[in-house]
């Protein structure tokens, strides 16, 4: 579909109506309070074009989300380019140990780890660019290498479990608020029940559970140190506090005139929820989603903190921050470098979705807040 | 002995009394300094010149396996039970070889041996009673042995020599039979089926140590067992700590006989802190007086260094630090890759992860042992390593390392996985929680035991006791198994159990040297070093009394607060 469509979607069976939030995904041209927020948003100038061109320039509008966008942009990029700096720079693998290996930086000779176990700091390019922050602890693994693996697991699970969390939330939040009755209740108190747990002790208790004997469901069989776990884990922990906000607007929508049309047009259920409901949830999901990653990093580094989330010796900057709190007396940095990296990461993130949310619906009152096993989620319609 | 006047008798029987008294009223803290190890009569092993009395507050990384007498068996365990549970024999409350020494505990001296090294008298001390206040008798011996069997201690394989103790292994009913008690006259018999060089020490181990005979055969590390004792344990909490208080019943009837210090300190309230480093604050700012676990890796040397002979002393304990490889799985089962493992895992790397503390070694036996003879059949050669795992053709090339997560050890793992890792195989690292590592180790049902971290401390100062539980096949157990490796070779077994008849001599210890090299010619294990510990109490602790015994580490009962 293009951004800019005045219909969304396709195959035109009923003639969409307009979206209740003014979203991306509904036409601009019958909703006389949105018309005139958005020509006053433009200035009046003529340059209309579709929701998502309007929402487009009101993101480039604001630099602070842009600048966070090319921050994360750089790190994704950075740590998906950890192989290349670990073969070809640094010459050695994440895990790879080095406690009794020698550095020569001209004629001055360091050893990696010196023999009361104190590894050696960073050293930038002097070696060539091994060790470049320096080794990890008493086993001399480059920090940097690991910082970008590390990197490449967090931003993994934080996007993965971002799209399990919202495959699940939306399939759940459409049965659920347009089906109602008995439907609606037991996913609600599904949901419900899920929700009763905090986050962080609910995902702690699988955490450790399936870290041990791994996950076997019919013919898969997921291994406990696989990246997979704290995935999974945490795209199903958050799953209610992103089904329920959408559940909610879904029952408002359900109400709605080109959803009464659609029926009305012997459309069944399936197309009505995917193709005329779904379109119009289409900016609250991307806010979600963009939040979601930010919360879902910060829940792995949590639960590696824990020994329940990425499993040693695969690095992930939770572990990290895990192995460089026993060294903090002496080494800060093996704490300092891991955490400024998520620091950054989920700052970017969260700058760039809150630029996002106000491009997209600058009404919007969704808020998606879980910490430390607390939720505060104000959505749209009715919860 | 001189004299004692009436006059200080009396007084002296008062003062016991006061203090039995106090003792009896429980539960209310006291700052008064007890006097009960001068008027009681017993002999500390280390009386210092601090204070009397106060709360000793002490930390472990992790909880021990159990706080049961019959089924602990870690150093964790020992050092915790030390002062509450007495076996008829015990060591002495010292260091070095002086803690070596076997003495009587609660029999009244060392066993009469007869029968041509098969029977074993003694009786039991007379007026011996529990922390709950009921007698000491006869039979809780025959029942603790008994108990090792029903709760399948791993350190029941020490007392299947006894008549009767293999059957009753196996039916679990009807008594050893072995085991013969006179209540009246506290006479206890035991029959073995042959002779058994070892069985002082084993009967001074903790396994055996009485306890009343309603005890449940089961865990009781949450509902502390009557103590015998100096201290009581007088409430556990597994995962977060245990406390103890005087014995009432040492003052006023044990500890009159027993030659084991009473301790100083009223009470000890032992926390479990998995953080060594706020542990190492702890202790620093006094929050903290004693930490049974070494300052983490990366604070030791600074520790070492600040506090080293004030409030820090370093330890040699005699010990082996190795990965074991289950033989009866591939690759392990194949001889040419437990020596590539051998070749490959390089000592001295392990002394860097340790930071120092252990020095690195490739055989069974420690330094410090009988029959120690040093021996070194695999220095390190990657390259050849890598080419008997060539030559050795091994399909299973799947491999799961075990390690718990108490640091060094979670990096000695994690070493050890890129070691098998260069060698070619896909390695999958599993740590465990410390509290809880053996206990799924030593269960041969846990599923891909491969191979892992393990370490061994003596039970007592006998090469057979590095042998007949870790290596010899006919120890392999289902629960609480600790020969990790499962090597059962029928010759070795055979060499074990002959040399275990013997009394230890200078002919015995040269073949025990040589037994020490056939199981590394097995490359069994991969030893890589010896632990040296250390004692660090705050700075109100006398450190120049504390006692580290060679079998119990710390003896809490030599800890004492200076003036």
Request: with cysteine; aromatic share 10%.
């Given at each position: 579909m293009s951004p800019d469509s005045e219909i969304p979607g396709a195959g035109g069976v009923a003639p969409r109506a307009i979206p209740p939030n003014g979203g991306p995904g509904g036409t601009v041209t019958g909703d006389p309070e949105l018309v005139a927020e958005i020509a006053g948003d433009e200035g009046g100038d003529g340059q209309r074009g579709g929701p998502w061109a309007i929402a487009w320039r009101?993101?480039?509008?604001?630099?602070?989300?842009?600048?966070?966008?090319?921050?994360?942009?750089?790190?994704?990029?950075?740590?998906?380019?950890?192989?290349?700096?670990?073969?070809?720079?640094?010459?050695?693998?994440?895990?790879?140990?080095?406690?009794?290996?020698?550095l020569h930086e001209g004629n001055e000779v360091k050893e990696v780890v010196e023999p009361s176990g104190k590894a050696i700091g960073p050293q930038f390019f002097a070696a060539g660019g091994k060790f470049f922050l320096g080794a990890d602890g008493h086993l001399g693994r480059d920090e940097m290498v690991r910082l970008l693996y590390g990197g490449r697991s967090s931003l993994f699970i934080g996007v993965v479990a971002a799209i399990i969390t919202t495959v699940l939330a939306v399939v759940f939040a459409l049965l659920s608020g347009y089906y109602g009755g008995w439907t609606d209740t037991v996913i609600s108190r599904i949901m419900d029940v899920i929700w009763a747990f905090p986050?962080?002790?609910?995902?702690?208790?699988?955490?450790?559970?399936?870290?041990v004997g791994g996950l076997e469901i019919g013919p898969i069989h997921v291994k406990g140190n696989s990246l997979w776990i704290p995935t999974l884990i945490i795209g199903f922990v958050y799953t209610p506090y992103m089904a329920r906000p959408l559940r909610g607007e879904i029952l408002g929508?359900?109400?709605?005139?080109?959803?009464?049309?659609?029926?009305?047009?012997?459309?069944?259920?399936?197309?009505?929820?995917?193709?005329?409901?779904?379109?119009?949830?289409?900016?609250?999901?991307?806010v979600f989603f963009t939040l979601n990653i930010a919360n879902n990093m910060l829940l792995e580094a949590v639960l590696s903190y824990l020994g329940a989330g990425v499993q040693p010796p695969s690095s992930s900057w939770g572990t990290m921050i895990s192995e460089g709190f026993e060294a903090l007396y002496n080494e800060p940095l093996l704490t300092i470098i891991p955490g400024t990296a998520i620091l950054l990461t989920v700052l970017s993130v969260n700058v760039f979705g809150d630029g996002l949310r106000d491009a997209l619906d600058p009404k919007s009152k969704v808020r998606f807040e879980a910490r430390a096993g607390t939720a505060d989620t104000e959505a749209v319609g009715p919860v | 002995m001189k004299?004692?006047?009436?006059?200080?008798?009396?007084?002296a029987l008062a003062a016991v009394s006061a203090v039995a008294l106090a003792a009896c009223g429980g539960g209310g803290s006291t700052s008064s300094p007890s006097t009960s190890e001068s008027e009681g009569g017993s002999k500390p092993a280390a009386e210092g010149e601090g204070n009397e009395g106060g709360t000793l507050r002490g930390a472990y990384t992790s909880f021990p396996d159990y706080l049961d007498p019959q089924i602990s068996y870690t150093a964790e365990g020992w050092t915790a039970m030390r002062p509450v549970y007495v076996p008829l024999l015990t060591y002495k409350a010292?260091?070095?070889?002086?803690?070596?020494?076997?003495?009587?505990?609660l029999a009244k001296e060392l066993p009469k041996v007869t029968n041509g090294g098969k029977t074993y008298t003694m009786f039991l001390r007379k007026g011996l009673k529990y922390s709950n206040g009921e007698p000491i008798k006869a039979g809780d011996f025959k029942y603790a042995v008994e108990r090792c069997f029903l709760t399948n201690s791993g350190g029941s394989p020490f007392y299947t020599d006894i008549i009767g103790a293999e059957e009753f292994a196996k039916t679990k009913k009807g008594g050893i039979s072995g085991i013969k008690v006179n209540e009246k006259t506290g006479e206890i018999v035991i029959n073995l089926m042959k002779p058994r060089g070892t069985f002082n020490n084993e009967l001074a181990l903790m396994f055996v140590a009485p306890i009343p005979q309603k005890t449940p055969d089961e865990d009781q590390s949450a509902t502390p067992i009557p103590a015998s004792g100096p201290y009581m344990i007088t409430k556990s909490q597994p995962g977060r700590?245990?406390?103890?208080?005087?014995?009432?019943?040492?003052?006023?009837?044990?500890?009159?006989?027993?030659?084991l210090p009473s301790g100083h300190v009223d009470k000890i309230e032992i926390e479990i802190n998995r953080n060594q480093s706020t542990q190492v604050n702890d202790v620093e700012s006094g929050k903290l007086n004693w930490i049974f676990d070494p300052p983490p890796t990366d604070r030791y040397q600074e520790v070492k260094e600040k506090f080293e002979g004030t409030q820090f002393r370093t330890e040699p304990t005699i010990s082996t630090y190795?990965?074991?490889?289950?033989?009866?799985?591939?690759?392990?089962?194949?001889?040419?890759?437990?020596?590539?493992v051998n070749y490959a895992v390089d000592p001295a790397a392990l002394e860097r992860i340790y930071t120092g503390q252990i020095v690195g070694t490739q055989q069974i036996l420690p330094p410090g042992m009988p029959g120690y003879k040093k021996i070194e059949l695999f220095p390190h050669n990657l390259k050849k390593a890598k080419e008997l795992v060539a030559e050795s053709g091994v399909k299973d090339k799947n491999i799961t390392v075990w390690t718990d997560s108490e640091s060094p050890n979670n990096d000695a793992g994690t070493y050890y996985q890129g070691v098998l890792k260069e060698l070619g195989f896909n390695v999958e690292l599993k740590i465990l929680n410390p509290d809880n590592y053996f206990t799924v180790i030593g269960n041969t049902s846990t599923p891909n035991l491969d191979t892992g971290f393990a370490d061994w401390f003596e039970d007592y100062p006998?090469?057979?006791?590095?042998?007949?539980?870790?290596?010899?096949?006919?120890?392999?157990?289902?629960?609480?198994?600790?020969?990790?490796?499962?090597?059962?070779?029928?010759?070795?077994?055979e060499k074990i159990d002959q040399l275990a008849t013997e009394q230890l001599g200078p002919q015995q210890e040269t073949e025990y040297a040589e037994l020490d090299e056939a199981f590394m010619k097995e490359a069994t294990w991969a030893p890589y070093g010896t632990r040296t510990l250390s004692l660090f109490v705050s700075e109100d602790i006398n450190l120049e009394t504390a006692i580290w015994n060679p079998t119990f580490e710390t003896e809490l009962t030599s800890l004492e607060f200076k003036e």
């Open positions: 009101r993101l480039r509008r604001n630099k602070f989300a842009l600048f966070a966008l090319g921050v994360f942009l750089l790190i994704v990029i950075c740590c998906l380019l950890a192989p290349v700096w670990a073969e070809h720079v640094a010459h050695t693998g994440p895990n790879q140990t080095h406690p009794l290996e020698k986050v962080v002790l609910l995902s702690l208790a699988l955490g450790i559970v399936l870290a929508l359900r109400e709605k005139e080109f959803i009464e049309a659609a029926v009305a047009q012997g459309a069944g259920s399936a197309r009505i929820m995917f193709l005329e409901i779904l379109p119009n949830l289409m900016s609250t999901i991307i | 004299k004692v006047s009436i006059f200080l008798l009396i007084a010292a260091a070095e070889e002086e803690g070596a020494e076997i003495i009587p505990g700590g245990w406390d103890y208080e005087r014995n009432p019943y040492w003052a006023k009837d044990n500890g009159k006989e027993i030659e190795y990965f074991w490889m289950n033989q009866t799985v591939e690759p392990f089962s194949n001889l040419k890759v437990r020596e590539a006998h090469p057979n006791d590095f042998f007949d539980i870790l290596l010899n096949g006919e120890s392999i157990q289902s629960t609480n198994n600790q020969n990790f490796s499962q090597i059962n070779v029928k010759p070795l077994n």
